[in-house]
């Protein structure tokens, strides 16, 4: 007897090629390198799983870039999605948070794809070891430099508003697959039976406003004025905002955001006297954050401007980070011009 099965669920591959469908001129190149990333998360969601039970928890015994501890999972994830996607054939080169410069992929085939990819493999490497929820986080430029040739640094030195496409993945209580272009935001769960990213989460909007704000408290007295007058209001009753609102920080910023992206709220990653551009790297952590956002009908500033306007100058910088339900960050941004 024919098995029941739900045709109204869309995976991810119908859905990128319904995609092109919609778009006779469409090639399909940008579906093959969403479909390249979801094979990659797959098998880090695998380890991710494994995690408490195999040897491969812990410090891999070197640092990143960025002078951090790397954990092994770090490697495992950065080398799942570099090996992917160079073997696949729509991706030029990546930028990671784990490799110093940009990795070229340097083949005929490579070579002639349009599309470069920036990642930060695992977002919250911290909470590996205590089964807190991770993710990993990427970007997606059309490249500048001549097709044809190896890319270039300057195809991934791009401001985040020329981003093609941005999404991110969460293993956590289900693993999820946020996508966005700019005709929407949707988010895809894995169907651990079928091994496949299903539609379950169409046309994400970020809600207006919300009640969690989520930030390091322990840095407070190191944020300016204008920062720390916001954070007050956020815990006060007022008339204007419902308050007090509830506080969220996990530590997995990709976990903060998405939470706060679904339900309505805001996160910050202030600069601090000690680091006044804050941790969060521009390219791969907050521009593709940023872009979701703001397709989804929310906002992201570094306190200042819009995160997406910023001209990236390195490839690792970092820039103080702002992003949630709109007017949330309106009542943000009226205390920062105060401060
Ligand atoms: P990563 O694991 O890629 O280094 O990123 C961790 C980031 C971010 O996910 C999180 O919100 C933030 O670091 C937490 O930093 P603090 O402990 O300084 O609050
Ligand atoms: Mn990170
Ligand atoms: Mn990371």
Redesign the pocket.
Known sequence: MAQNINRRVQTLDEFTIQQVRDFPHATGELGRLLRDIGLASKRVNVEVNKAGLVDILGDAGSINVQG?DVKKLDVFANNQFIGVLRHGISCAGIGS?ENDDIVIFDDEISNNSKYVLLM?P?????NIDVNVSIGTIFSIYRRVSELGQPCKLEDFLQPGNRQVAAGYIIYGSSTMLVYATRRGVNGFTLDPSIGEFTLSHPEIQCPKNGKIYSV?HGNFHQYNEGTRSYIHTCQRKNRNNGGPYTQRYI????A?VHRNLIKGGIFM?PGTTDKPKG??RLLYECNPLAFIAEVAGGKATNGEISILDLQPTELHERSPFFIGSIEMMDELERHLAQG
């Open positions: 951090e948070e930060d695992l977002d919250g490497s911290g390091n530590g997995s910023m990709v903060d990653y941790k969060l």
